[in-house]
């Protein structure tokens, strides 16, 4: 694509003004929106709890609004991205995750020798157009990465810093509150326990791009730059994003986008909350698609926040919760292996995302893909186990 068409993700033109599709007729997922400036209101925090109780439990998607982060500061994270991602890849390649590892802190691209390496074995054309950077939190434990960053990192690095805590404190401490609410726990400051910014765990900001693909690149993709899946920790933040492609799994089968609501952060429940609320809370298939005609030509450039439990938390359901109790959930899990003989969330992740990275998941990946377009199914078949934890698979 002509570079003279990714003007958007700058300070001339930031990305949030970027054009959003007109196309008509589209099927949208209904979504609530969680304002989260009533939040320290007298009763806020209850009210917002029943507006959300249904979404998080059918949909496992929804936005909030009124989060208490500038829409210049938001825009200032997107021309980060934009920065790093222009960079010529021999300048990015030094900043490599550790993917043979588990590790994902860093850059992965397709043009990395491990990616390479696996095409040789099983080729693919999804992905190819995908490249993200991922920044940790900014504690003692991550002191040795941070020593290591690209230029766009490095001179920006107070107002990402910043950014980053204050999406911990403003949004997610207060979704964690909420679902503590919902499941009715006498603690409602269960889950804020359990994702303590100072203490160690696998939570990051991302920066992503998805590159403007040909239409003859798309049809050998079969129309999709990422396949079914859910995502693996608690809860992924995305900030608002401008070209429509995210679409979420109906109880039906069929996909329907996620609209890019102004000021927003469209919120999806993620594996590992799940399992902590005893399947309650909804994990939430979800894809992205290439972009409608009028926005095919540009590139997809995400921020998002990726939320992870403590590494010491057990991957257990919690307690006392008169909502899994009157839904029959502790009866229905207890005998899960995970239930039996808990890990902690660090197992979990490392295990999760060695295996992400695997060629094993990588064949599986073009297997459940073929021809899946369309509908969205789950694939008993392909039903995989990490870490003694079960993992649905859909196409």
Not at 16 to 44: C, M, R
Not at 161 to 177: A, R, W, Y
Not at 208 to 220: D, F, L
């Amino acid at each position: 694509m002509a570079t003279t068409e990714q003007i958007y993700g700058t300070a001339e033109h930031s990305y949030s003004t970027l054009p959003e599709t007109q196309v008509l007729n589209l099927a949208y997922a209904d979504l609530v929106n969680i304002d989260l400036s009533k939040f320290d209101e007298p009763g806020g925090k209850e009210e917002l709890a029943r507006q959300l109780k249904d979404g998080v439990h059918s949909v496992g998607f929804f936005y909030v609004t009124n989060f208490g982060i500038s829409q210049e500061r938001v825009d200032k994270q997107f021309a980060i991205g934009k920065e790093f991602f222009d960079l010529p890849f021999e300048e990015k390649e030094p900043f490599a995750a550790d993917h043979a590892n588990g590790g994902y802190n860093g850059y992965t691209g397709r043009e990395l020798k491990h990616f390479k390496e696996q095409d040789k074995v099983t080729p693919t054309y999804r992905g190819k157009n995908i490249e993200v950077y991922n920044i940790p939190k900014f504690t003692p434990q991550f002191d040795d990465f941070h020593s290591h960053h690209p230029s766009p990192i490095v001179k920006n690095w107070d107002e990402i810093k910043q950014f980053g805590k204050d999406v911990h404190t403003n949004v997610i401490e207060k979704l964690l509150v909420l679902f503590a609410i919902v499941l009715e726990l006498k603690d409602e400051n269960y889950f804020v326990s359990r994702h303590q910014y100072d203490e160690k765990s696998e939570d990051h900001l991302r920066y992503m791009k998805y590159k403007a693909r040909s239409e003859e690149e798309n049809a050998k993709a079969t129309g999709l730059y990422t396949q079914g899946h859910t995502d693996l920790g608690s809860v992924t933040l995305l900030f608002r994003q401008p070209v429509l492609g995210l679409q979420v799994l109906a109880h039906d089968g069929t996909w329907h986008f996620v609209k890019p609501l102004a000021g927003s952060i469209t919120v999806n429940i993620a594996d590992t909350l799940d399992l902590l609320s005893g399947t309650y809370l909804k994990s939430s298939v979800h894809r992205v698609i290439a972009p409608q005609v009028d926005q095919a030509k540009f590139d997809r450039i995400g921020v998002l926040y990726f939320v992870r439990p403590n590494n010491h938390v057990l991957v257990k359901a919690v307690e006392d919760s008169p909502v899994l109790a009157s839904e029959g959930l502790y009866e229905k899990v207890k005998d899960l292996p995970h239930e039996t003989k808990p890990i902690t969330i660090e197992t979990w992740v490392k295990e999760r995302q060695r295996h992400i990275f695997s060629q094993q998941e990588r064949d599986r990946q073009e297997s459940a893909g073929q021809g899946a377009t369309a509908q969205g199914a789950e694939r008993k078949d392909l039903e995989i186990n990490v870490a003694g934890i079960p993992t649905k698979v859909w196409t």
